[in-house]
């Protein structure tokens, strides 16, 4: 499937709220405002039992980012976990193109995406409680953002703290890596609370 949601500098990510918790679900809008997409959890009925059982932070959990029309454009994944988790980014066919290995920091998570053989593509790191993250190539060039924090004449559209943004340099055009780097950052929030 060819897509171009991967080829945005700057994606705004705004949860919305399900009062029920089952399955969190965010919408994905481009730097104009417009609705590009959306990431949805998906959760089979055993699951949504288990939840109510079992700490988040054991469960496996898969989410899967979608355009306007419903297709998925990639998918996160992780199994289920006792320590630091191993997560598998898939492209929309289904097949693997990186892991996301976590390295336990109090408040300041780092996050390393690696190819299916194992070599680094890139690094988000930062600070969880000040939701303010950077994104490093595997030359530790810094490559994109992840904040609460921007300007621009989309601020007017999210003017709320719960909205974050997610930006990657228009110079950075190694395409694919850019799908894998773009997933994990997107669905970080989703990944964090899932840790919880």
Request: no cysteine; proline share 3%.
């Amino acid at each position: 499937m060819k897509s171009d949601f991967f080829k945005e500098h700057d994606y705004f990510i705004d949860e919305k709220v399900n009062f029920f918790k089952f399955g969190n679900v965010y919408s994905i809008f481009n730097e104009t405002g417009e609705n590009i997409g959306a990431i949805k959890q998906q959760l089979s009925f055993g699951q949504k039992i288990l939840r109510l059982l079992v700490g988040k932070p054991v469960l496996p959990f898969k989410l899967d980012i979608i355009n306007p029309d419903n297709e998925v454009q990639a998918s996160i994944s992780r199994g289920w976990t006792f320590f630091m988790s191993k997560i598998v980014v898939s492209d929309s066919y289904g097949s693997e193109i990186a892991t996301i290995k976590q390295k336990f920091k109090l408040f300041k998570p780092t996050f390393k995406i690696e190819d299916p053989s194992g070599t680094l593509i890139a690094e988000i790191s930062g600070d969880w409680k000040a939701w303010s993250f950077v994104i490093k190539d595997n030359n530790q060039a810094q490559i994109g953002t992840i904040n609460k924090k921007w300007a621009g004449a989309v601020k007017e559209i999210f003017t709320t703290a719960d909205k974050y943004n997610v930006h990657i340099d228009p110079t950075y055009k190694e395409e694919k890596h850019r799908v894998a780097i773009l997933s994990a950052a997107i669905t970080i929030d989703m990944v964090l609370k899932n840790q919880k």
